[in-house]
């Protein structure tokens, strides 16, 4: 029975509990009780349209939720979650499934209502028993992601016809009520007697705004925007999914997409190649506006990209070589010869965000790495983290000095031409996988810089499938690897960098990384009571992984590089925190006009 409104109210009350439409990590909810939708969309949009993609690679599995198998693109739009987080807020979550949140003040655990009507494709409602048994069976049988970034779920129960209740781990992670959230809600019913760990290519039941109606195998997936979809006009959703139809087609690799793009073969395209942003879109379609290329600004984290060390390499364990080797990359002649200056070097895993350390350490972060002294570089303390840099020439003969003097220190000394370990005899040879070709103009003068150093430096592009199955399990002594951040890091930060991790197959701590000093920053984060306390836990991480050379970073840019056929519209105000092509729609006027041309 519902309790009367005054009286429940009360209860809550006298418990010190919180109940709400949504939920902010720090800070309150930019949008109230009454909102009717996120202001980055359009509720106006038309729905319709069909929209073509390109996926590099191939696929050979439809199941997004296990780690065997190469994934489809695009299976996430077939199913919902608890809620949803909006682009233009550090870190919020606002009902989709749930349309009432309940939790203590200390986020202990959390209740979470589901709406009456939210269901699956197949029109059975979504109860509290498919919410716990997504849970458990993603937690035993699921990618070894979920087992990590839902460990501290210990329990979940049903409360009543529409109420779940998550408990938590004991102690301080105001997280865990925001990340159980995003929990995936998978239809128990449907998967009964099925194997839920086996990669296939039956489509899933699901509860999205998009239901698979084609499968090529390696080829192509298609989607269909469900026309009786539950949530299309719940707040979170109103003006988003507006196409009709979405199709991925698979290319072997991104030269011979760019080539299908500009041929019409397909309709939108994220580019992150500067040579092919600046000329390589060149065609008559470009030229007679067909074919927009366009930039657009944003506010997110960038993250890190970089040529990533496998530190479970013997010759990758000290921190002076993989330092000494960071030297031989020349990024001030990359970016002037071969991305026409478009890019800035990276020089925080939380670049173009106030996480991003920078300068000498502040009070704050020296109280929280004083208790470390002795157990991190001396240098988190007391210099600024800044990448090696060149004046352009592509004469490194300083940089590669000071990385004769780090190796010598570590042991290693050229021999005949070669280096070599002084103690072992090894020499220093190892291999740099890559999965995009556009890469090797990067990564082979990297590689004659190394050869200088008598380090033989070997570069390998193989196919997608070979690369994610290598890199899941290891097999590799260096790749190019994207650590992707959000405005509010916390419990996914055990997956990129602590102990826990780094043996675990298909997890994001590709570096290897096991260290208890890591590991205590990491769980501070999570702990953080306020946002204050964790931008500035944040950024002791930060310059503690910086400077311990666990990678050499490469560039980031601070927009959106997008082209497109000139079929979309799109909401007058972009979010802050993403591109939000969720939020466009196909404009008639122009599909007619596109669809006129390619037919000439």
């Not at 239901?211 to 109103?238: A, C, F, L, M, Q």
């Not at 470390?372 to 004469?395: H, I, L, M, W």
């Amino acid at each position: 029975m519902r309790l009367p409104l005054v009286f429940a109210l009360a209860l809550l009350a006298s418990q010190n509990l919180f109940a709400a439409h949504g939920v902010a990590m720090h800070g309150d909810l930019k949008y109230g009780a009454d909102f009717s939708h996120f202001e980055y969309t359009h509720p106006g949009a038309p729905k319709g349209g069909a929209v073509r993609q390109s996926a590099i690679g191939s696929f050979d599995s439809i199941n997004p939720f296990i780690l065997k198998g190469n994934k489809a693109s695009g299976l996430g739009l077939t199913f919902d979650t608890l809620t949803e987080q909006p682009d233009d807020e550090p870190f919020s979550a606002y009902g989709l499934i749930a349309e009432d949140i309940e939790m203590p003040e200390d986020r202990s655990w959390v209740i979470y209502t589901l709406r009456p009507e939210a269901c699956f494709h197949d029109g059975s409602p979504i109860t509290p028993e498919d919410v716990i048994f997504s849970l458990e069976i993603l937690k035993t049988k699921g990618h070894p992601f979920y087992r990590a970034y839902f460990g501290d779920v210990v329990k979940a129960e049903k409360l009543g016809e529409h109420k779940v209740k998550f408990s938590f781990t004991p102690g301080v992670n105001r997280e865990l009520a925001l990340i159980i959230g995003q929990l995936p809600v998978l239809s128990k019913a449907w998967w009964e007697g099925k194997e839920f760990d086996k990669p296939g290519l039956e489509p899933i039941m699901g509860s999205g705004p998009y239901r698979i109606t084609d499968v090529e195998p390696g080829r192509s997936i298609t989607y269909e925007r469900v026309k009786d979809y539950w949530g299309t006009n719940t707040p979170v959703n109103n003006g988003r999914y507006n196409f009709g139809r979405l199709r991925f087609d698979y290319y072997r690799d991104s030269n011979v997409a760019l080539e299908a793009f500009k041929a019409g073969e397909f309709d939108f395209r994220a580019e992150n190649t500067s040579k092919l942003w600046d000329s390589g879109y060149d065609s008559p379609a470009l030229a007679a506006g067909m074919i927009k290329k366009e930039l657009i600004p944003h506010q997110q984290p960038t993250g890190m990209q970089a040529l990533a060390f496998n530190t479970r390499r013997s010759i990758f364990k000290d921190r002076r070589v993989r330092e000494a080797l960071g030297y031989a990359f020349d990024f001030e002649w990359s970016n002037k010869n071969l991305f026409n200056s478009a890019y800035t070097r990276t020089e925080s895993f939380f670049s173009n965000s106030e996480l991003a350390s920078s300068g000498l350490p502040s009070e704050e972060e020296l109280a929280i790495l004083k208790p470390y002294k002795g157990r991190v570089p001396d240098e988190a303390f007391t210099q600024e983290y800044k990448a090696p840099s060149t004046d352009g020439s592509g004469n490194i003969r300083a940089n590669l000095r000071k990385a004769v003097g780090l190796l010598r220190e570590a042991g290693w000394k050229v021999k005949n031409g070669k280096l070599a370990n002084e103690r072992t005899g090894e020499q220093m040879s190892f291999e740099i996988l890559l999965v995009q070709p556009a890469f090797e103009r990067v990564v082979l003068p990297f590689a004659r810089n190394l050869e200088r150093l008598g380090i033989e430096a070997r570069v390998r592009t193989v196919d997608s499938a070979q690369y994610e199955n290598r890199v899941r399990d290891f097999d590799f002594d260096m790749v190019v690897q994207s650590f992707g951040q959000s405005m509010s890091p916390g419990n996914e930060q055990r997956d990129f960098w602590a102990s826990a991790s780094a043996d675990e197959p298909g997890s994001k701590n590709i570096v290897g990384i096991k260290d208890p000093v890591v590991d205590e920053l990491i769980a501070g984060i999570i702990s953080a009571p306020d946002r204050k306390s964790l931008v500035n836990r944040t950024r002791a991480l930060d310059r503690v992984l910086l400077w311990s050379h666990y990678v050499i970073p490469q560039w980031h840019l601070r927009f959106f590089r997008v082209a497109y056929w000139d079929l979309f519209a799109r909401p007058s105000v972009s979010p802050l925190y993403g591109l939000g092509f969720d939020t466009w729609w196909v404009d008639p006027a122009g599909e007619a006009r596109i669809k006129a041309y390619r037919g000439k």
